[in-house]
């Protein structure tokens, strides 16, 4: 199955700037997800870039893409108190395969954000 | 509206007990995913329903039993499950095409927290 790498932990002061990386292996996902996970919470959306785009901005976000590399970045603006959470990458294809372990929808392994005020 | 709900938010229960997790959509979505996410670790996929029929078994154990009585509900039927199997069960719905397996843009429910004795 897709291999997906983040770094578990980072921390930022209030009002700086956070960059979370991600690199995953399956060089045909289409669809690069970013989650956001507070503490006892679900999954909420967070943003997503289809792979023909190299970047996405919204609002605070901006979500880059090199797929020659395979790395995917989530970069949060003005980062807030509000913003510590564990953020998931989760790069998708439109069309997977019931073949047990290889469904190609594996998640990021994670990494914690804390803003310190 | 994008909300998944899932009941109950907790449940305790023995080795010997059984036990039904719950979830619905009304955002018309046709693929339902169960998710189980133990603690510091990413949600890891269990189960894909879609148009109502179990698309994808991520070979999980057969003491857990899923269910899709319609379009709506999704449910997880739990029996003689073992302290290994405590964690955050999660429930997700997206998009699906007329034919076909594949994933769109899931959203997620809060959760239950499962403790098995």
């Known amino acids: 199955g897709e291999d997906v790498e983040q770094s578990l932990f980072l921390s930022v002061r209030e009002g700086d700037s956070s960059v979370i990386n991600c690199t995953y292996t399956?060089?045909?996902?289409?669809?690069l997800y970013w989650y956001k996970q507070e503490p006892g919470a679900g999954l909420q959306l967070l943003t997503y870039?289809?792979?023909?785009?190299d970047m996405k901005q919204d609002q605070r976000l901006t979500v880059l893409l090199n797929k020659k590399d395979k790395h995917l970045s989530l970069r949060i603006a003005d980062t807030q108190t509000g913003d510590s959470a564990i953020y998931f990458c989760?790069?998708?294809?439109?069309?997977?395969?019931?073949?047990?372990?290889?469904?190609?929808?594996?998640f990021g392994k994670g990494i914690t954000l804390s803003v310190r005020p | 509206d994008t909300e998944v709900t899932q009941t109950p938010k907790h449940l305790v229960m023995g080795m010997t007990n059984k036990k039904s997790l719950k979830c619905e959509q009304h955002?018309?979505?046709?693929?339902m995913y169960w998710y189980k996410q133990k603690a510091k670790k990413p949600p890891e996929l269990m189960f894909v329903?879609?148009?109502?029929?179990?698309?994808i078994n991520e070979s999980v154990p057969s003491r857990f039993s899923p269910e899709c009585p319609n379009s709506s509900l999704l449910n997880l039927h739990l029996h003689a499950l073992q302290p290994e199997d405590s964690a955050l069960y999660l429930c997700?719905?997206?998009?699906?095409?007329?034919?076909?397996?594949?994933?769109?843009?899931?959203?997620f429910g809060p959760g239950t927290r499962l403790t098995v004795l």
């Open positions: 955002m018309g979505h046709r693929a």
């Open positions: 329903y879609s148009y109502e029929k179990l698309s």
């Open positions: 399956d060089s045909s996902s289409t669809y």
């Open positions: 989760f790069p998708t294809l439109r069309s997977i395969e019931n073949t047990g372990a290889n469904s190609k929808l594996t």
């Open positions: 997700a719905s997206s998009q699906a095409p007329l034919a076909g397996k594949y994933t769109d843009t899931q959203y």
């Open positions: 870039i289809f792979s023909n785009m």
